[in-house]
């Protein structure tokens, strides 16, 4: 089911482009334009956003028979959203690499001859994300329901977006905050914000309301959401250091690169000695950071035990999920395909060395 959902997925997404292209003349008007989002919009993904908002839907929904193109197609929304995300969070991280291949901003500097670090690209990009977040709402509404369940679809969709806005924003000023001022509290909210929120929770909870599903459940989808995109972010932590970069797509070590104050960092601070406390303040205050640099911190990571005791705090977010999943009054010949969905989301935790 799930390699038929990326593939239609995918169909989906490149139907989309010929559609606002024939629209908004995206080629005519701007042939870079139009490669920039193309290439960007159909690399390689997991779609797992989408694909949770299919699951959830069709999980409640109370018609005999759904028009498949139109849920696709609306469910490119949290597909779109992501990738509007991630543009602009490569331009604040400086990312090179996104999904194994430029990301956008060197992308269009590379079309364009211009060195990677002109500001171009940049600032083109974020044009670009803006148009792919107000394509993200247009096809919202290509589902065909109710205007009273589409206006509350709409607006715990517009509020996600604003409240990943938010954990952007604070993630980022914790990224410039001394170590010692920041506590696994602060961390955990910008995991909640900025990933758990439009990752997990808001494709489950708008899938629900817009299949007409009882309260309780879009109650219960909300707290499964949150926990489920925790585990997600900490596990994305731990790949950056325990996983090969060809098999995540990202340059390698990059949130240590970025001085990131992940769980990972904090931890192995709180349990560092004096020297290796110095060392990690010293790391974390460099703008640009020596291959030996990274090792060492990896290194420290790895010595701490804070690896394992990542992945513990992983697993244990995966049981309360599976105790809350337990509860949901959904049709099982969809619950069923969610629970192994969302196992698959972590099968690198499950198999991961620390």
Known sequence: MFKKLQTDIDTGLKAFLNDADN?????????????????????????????????????????????????????????????????????????????????????????????????LGPDLSIVAGDIIFAFAVETLF???ESPLRKEKALRNFTKTAAFTGIGEFIDVVNNKTNIDKITQKDISLTYTLKTAKYTFESPLVIGAILAGAPRRDTSLLSKLGIILGEAFQIQDDLLDIFYPSEKTGKSALSDLSESKKTILIWRTYSKADKKDKYFIKAFLEKPHKS????????????????????????????????????????????????????????????????
């Open 291 to 354: 291959r030996e640099d990274l090792l060492k911190m990896s290194h420290l990571i790895k010595k701490s035990g804070t690896g394992e005791y990542c992945r513990t705090l992983i697993l244990s977010k995966i049981k309360e999920s599976l105790r809350l999943f337990a509860g949901l009054k959904m049709k099982n010949k969809y619950k069923l395909p969610l629970k192994n969905f969302i196992d698959g989301s972590f099968s690198k935790t499950y198999l991961l060395k620390t």
């Open 142 to 144: 290509s589902i065909d």
């Open 23 to 119: 629209v908004f003349a995206l080629k005519a008007s701007s042939p870079l334009l139009y490669s920039g989002i193309k290439d960007f919009l159909l690399r390689r993904g997991k779609r797992i956003r989408s694909i949770l908002f299919i699951l959830s839907y069709l999980g409640y929904t109370q018609k005999n028979k759904v028009p498949y193109n139109n849920l696709i197609k609306c469910s490119l929304s949290f597909e779109l959203l992501h990738n509007f995300l991630l543009i602009h969070d490569d331009i604040i991280d400086k990312s090179n690499l996104r999904r194994g291949k430029p990301s956008l901003h060197n992308f269009l500097n590379n079309k364009l001859h211009l060195d990677k670090k002109d500001c």
